[in-house]
């Protein structure tokens, strides 16, 4: 079973960047990759994804982090990356590095926390 480890997170003020990482304990070349966020009260929910395409990659991205966020991989080193610019409180939450296959994978979260 593939593992997951999120590092990165921390306390930001608002307009402030981080950027997570997600190492995986095997290749993440083939599979379709995401980071999901969980504010409390609230249900997990998509922020960006690299899914396989015929032919290449593509991204995709939650309306609310579009322009903002950049999801990206390295492959030689297993690792996906979210770098998250111009955070804004609302951005607050626990994020999920993911392989959503037909039986998802999850990292154990990182806490990104923006002061106003």
């Known amino acids: 079973q593939v593992q997951l480890v999120e590092s990165g997170g921390g306390l930001v003020q608002a307009g402030g960047s981080l950027r997570l990482s997600c190492v995986a304990s095997?290749?993440?070349?083939?599979?379709?990759v995401a980071w999901y966020r969980q504010a409390p009260g609230k249900e997990r929910g998509l922020v960006a994804a690299?899914?396989?395409?015929?032919?290449?990659?593509?991204?995709r991205y939650a309306d609310a982090v579009k322009g903002r966020f950049t999801i990206s991989k390295d492959n030689l080193k297993n690792t996906l990356y979210l770098q998250m610019n111009n955070l804004q409180p609302e951005d607050t939450g626990m994020y999920y590095c993911?392989?959503?296959?037909?039986?998802?994978?999850w990292g154990q979260g990182t806490q990104v926390t923006v002061s106003s």
């Open positions: 690299i899914n396989k395409g015929l032919t290449s990659d593509y991204t």
């Open positions: 993911a392989l959503p296959s037909a039986t998802p994978i």
């Open positions: 095997r290749s993440i070349n083939d599979v379709d």
